[in-house]
T-cell receptor, first 116, second 111 residues
Framework: SAVISQKPSRDICQRGTSLTIQCQVDSQVTMMFWYRQQPGQSLTLIATANQGSEATYESGFVIDKFPISRPNLTFSTLTVSNMSPEDSSIYLC?????????????FGSGTRLTVV | SQQGEEDPQALSIQEGENATMNCSYKTSINNLQWYRQNSGRGLVHLILIRSNEREKHSGRLRVTLDTSKKSSSLLITASRAADTASYFCATVGPGAQKLVFGQGTRLTINP
C-alpha cells in the first residue's frame, strides 16, 4: 500500500499567521483527502484534493481559510490561513490507492498544530 | 459531519480479555472500515467489510456488519497492552470515495 510522508509533524504558530502542510505519497493515487481532528475528537473531512482542479470542500470549510493544492498525483498541500487558537488541531492527509483494495486508505502521520 | 455513534466511548479491560466496540451509521454504505490511532498520530487501517458481507476475520480481529440495523462491531480477542489505542469506524457511501468517521472508542488494556 502507499506510504505518505507528512510534514511538519508539529508546529506552534502565532495567531494571524498561516501554515502550509505538505503530503508526499510514494506512488500515484487517485484521490487525496484532508482531515481535521480537534482535541479528543474524531476526524472531520475538510476537503477532497482533486488533481488539476479545485478542491471540493465539505460544509463548514471554505477555500479562503483552507486553500489546497494538488499539482500532481503524488503531492498535496493544505494551508491553514489567518490562524486563531480554534484552529489548534491535528491535521491529517489521506490517500486512496489507484486500485481499490482491501488495504483501505493510507494516512499521513499527522500535523499537530498549536496556535498561540 | 460524523456518520454515527460508537460505543462505548471508552473501554478499559485487562490484558488477555476480549474487547468489543460497536459502531452505528446513518446512511447506506458501500463498505465500512475500522482504523486504529495511537496517541493522536496517523491512522492505521485494520479491516474492511463490504455491504454484502456479514462477518470478516483478520488475525485477532473479527468484524460483523448488520446493514439492516446500520451497525458494525469490532472484536479484538486476547487483548495485549499494545492494543491500547483509539479505534474508529468509517464508512464509504455508494458511489462515493470519502471516508466518514464515527466518534471513536478509546481502548485501554491494563497489564
Amino acid at each position: 500500500s502507499a506510504v505518505i510522508s507528512q510534514k511538519p509533524s508539529r508546529d506552534i504558530c502565532q495567531r494571524g499567521t498561516s501554515l502550509t502542510i505538505q503530503c508526499q505519497v510514494d506512488s500515484q493515487v487517485t484521490m487525496m483527502f484532508w482531515y481535521r481532528q480537534q482535541p479528543g475528537q474524531s476526524l472531520t473531512l475538510i476537503a477532497t484534493a482533486n488533481q488539476g482542479s479545485e478542491a471540493t470542500y465539505e460544509s463548514g470549510f471554505v477555500i479562503d481559510k483552507f486553500p489546497i493544492s494538488r499539482p500532481n498525483l503524488t503531492f498535496s498541500t493544505l494551508t491553514v490561513s489567518n490562524m486563531s487558537p480554534e484552529d489548534s488541531s491535528i491535521y491529517l492527509c489521506s490517500a486512496l490507492p489507484g486500485v481499490p483494495s482491501e488495504a483501505g486508505y493510507t494516512f499521513g502521520s499527522g500535523t499537530r498544530l498549536t496556535v498561540v | 459531519s460524523q456518520q454515527g455513534e460508537e460505543d462505548p466511548q471508552a473501554l478499559s479491560i485487562q490484558e488477555g480479555e476480549n474487547a468489543t466496540m460497536n459502531c452505528s451509521y446513518k446512511t447506506s454504505i458501500n463498505n465500512l472500515q475500522w482504523y486504529r490511532q495511537n496517541s493522536g498520530r496517523g491512522l492505521v487501517h485494520l479491516i474492511l467489510i463490504r455491504s454484502n458481507e456479514r462477518e470478516k476475520h483478520s488475525g485477532r480481529l473479527r468484524v460483523t456488519l448488520d446493514t439492516s440495523k446500520k451497525s458494525s462491531s469490532l472484536l479484538i480477542t486476547a487483548s495485549r497492552a499494545a492494543d491500547t489505542a483509539s479505534y474508529f469506524c468509517a464508512t464509504v457511501g455508494p458511489g462515493a470515495q470519502k471516508l466518514v468517521f464515527g466518534q471513536g472508542t478509546r481502548l485501554t488494556i491494563n497489564p
